[in-house]
């Protein structure tokens, strides 16, 4: 059985208005004036968007990259849209994912390439357990590793789709 707002709103105003009727009154004595009717509007259902899914079909394809001895492989990774990128280490340290972008308030987190980057926000540890990303939109997204940016290899990107980005260079260098 459906119930629509129209009927649920009928019937609340029907039940607060026998409750006034009980409750109203000049003390159970007989009433001198005429009951007036109050016209009430009832507002009309909207219609509300169906949200769109957030996260990655199921069939994604999934794509790894490997931080092993504090560096990043690839440190380039070429991947379709709407990939599921995953981070792995058999390293017994500490180590994230932590996105560089254009716009980023805290030159730490700047990208070395405004020019070619895209704008993501991204910043997950991975140990034992792996993290993963999914790229739907084509792009590049710079990350580093906050505990081995010191290292070379501590740097890279996700190149998803077809961008202009030289591999000759390492991903935090300037291009």
């Known amino acids: 059985m459906t119930v629509s707002r129209r009927k649920i709103v009928a019937a609340a105003a029907g039940l607060v208005g026998s409750l006034a009727g009980c409750a109203g009154g000049s003390g159970g004595g007989e009433s001198t004036s005429e009951p007036t009717a109050?016209?009430?509007?009832?507002?009309?259902?909207t219609a509300t968007e169906t949200p769109t899914p957030s996260g990655p079909p199921e069939d994604a394809p999934t794509f790894t990259i490997v931080n092993e001895n504090k560096t990043f492989i690839p440190m380039v990774a070429e991947v379709d849209p709407g990939?599921?990128?995953e981070w792995t280490t058999e390293s017994l340290s500490s180590h994230s994912v932590t996105s560089m972008?254009?716009?980023?308030s805290k030159s730490s987190r700047r990208a070395w390439n405004p020019d070619v980057a895209s704008e993501w926000e991204f910043n997950q540890d991975f140990g034992a357990e792996n993290v993963t990303h999914y790229f739907p939109e084509p792009g590049v997204y710079e990350y580093k590793c906050n505990y081995d940016f010191g290292h070379i290899g501590g740097c890279a990107a996700?190149?998803?789709?077809d961008q202009d980005y030289d591999q000759e260079r390492l991903p935090c260098e300037p291009q």
Do not use: C, K, R
């Not at 109050?38 to 259902?45: H, L, M, Q």
């Open 38 to 45: 109050t016209a009430t509007d009832t507002p009309e259902p």
């Open 83 to 85: 990939t599921v990128v």
């Open 101 to 104: 972008y254009p716009s980023a």
């Open 158 to 161: 996700v190149v998803v789709g």
